[in-house]
């Protein structure tokens, strides 16, 4: 994986269909901690914690879990990512994005990341795809 994380030297992405690049950089500073998240011109954030969060909760759907990204105005397929990533259940009690109107796509940018951590795996098809944690 190209980059570090940090602001100066980005985490350079790609979602899991290979369509789109990005790139996400921690910002610990934020309040809350966030990740930062830059697609072309649009800024994305998301709760820091994300990453531990998502991959305990993958761990505990002992398989595979799709994706189901779909932005903030749309409805999550229930049992994906997606959904977790809004469920008043999940560990913030909610959205984990951080912009109001720009909170979705946790299902399209999160895993890939986790993929780059060494955390998950993903499949890598054009549509419908899927992820799967792998242990520490």
């Not at 369509?19 to 309040?31: C, I, K, L």
């Not at 966030?34 to 002992?62: E, I, K, N």
């Not at 398989?63 to 999940?90: F, I, M, S, Y």
């Not at 946790?106 to 890598?124: C, I, K, N």
Request: glycine share 12%; charged share 20%.
């Amino acid at each position: 994986m190209a980059g570090t994380g940090t602001q100066d030297d980005p985490w350079q992405l790609t979602t899991a269909p290979g369509s789109s690049e990005y790139t996400m950089y921690r910002d610990e500073s934020a309040d809350p901690p966030a990740l930062v998240c830059q697609v072309g011109s649009t800024t994305l954030r998301y709760h820091l914690s994300a990453v531990d969060d998502l991959h305990v909760w993958l761990l505990a759907q002992g398989g595979a879990v799709p994706l189901g990204a779909a932005d903030e105005q749309k409805p999550a397929a229930p049992g994906t990512v997606e959904a977790w990533g809004r469920d008043e259940a999940n560990p913030v009690g909610g959205w984990y994005g951080l912009r109001k109107g720009y909170r979705g796509r946790f299902g399209m940018y999160l895993p890939p990341l986790l993929e780059a951590l060494g955390l998950a795996e993903l499949t890598h098809d054009a549509r419908n795809n899927t992820v799967r944690a792998l242990p520490r």
